[in-house]
């Protein structure tokens, strides 16, 4: 059983940053595909970035030029650097881990991100 715990939410003001981290448990971490995603109050949940066990990245059109995910495979932990923030980036962001056959993958409990005008 995998387990992802974010950190890093918080309240910013409109262009301003933050850093979320989502740490994992278990050796799947190295070999799997790791994504932010984020559902604000009446949305659906979206796909804000995604990297592969390659380092490939991509990410929605809404944060390109603002957003930056990386992942340490030491550290057993991703990251979100998220900076010129706007109000509507406002939401819960949630960590996921897929496994390589794609048939499996595990969320994170979520982190609360404000960002205020």
């Known amino acids: 059983q995998v387990q992802l715990v974010e950190s890093g939410g918080g309240l910013v003001q409109a262009g301003g940053s933050l850093r979320l981290s989502c740490a994992a448990s278990?050796?799947?971490?190295?070999?799997?595909?790791l994504s932010w995603y984020r559902q604000a109050p009446g949305k659906q949940r979206e796909l804000v970035a995604r990297?592969?066990?390659?380092?490939?990245?991509n990410y929605a059109d809404s944060v390109k030029g603002r957003f930056t995910i990386s992942r340490d495979n030491a550290k057993n932990t991703m990251y979100l650097q998220m900076d010129s923030l706007k109000p509507e980036d406002t939401a819960v962001y949630y960590c996921?881990?897929?496994?390589?056959?794609?048939?499996?993958?595990?969320w994170g409990q979520g982190t609360q991100v404000t960002v205020s005008s």
């Open positions: 990297i592969t066990s390659n380092y490939a990245t």
């Open positions: 278990g050796p799947i971490f190295r070999i799997s595909a």
């Open positions: 996921n881990l897929a496994l390589p056959t794609g048939l499996t993958d595990y």
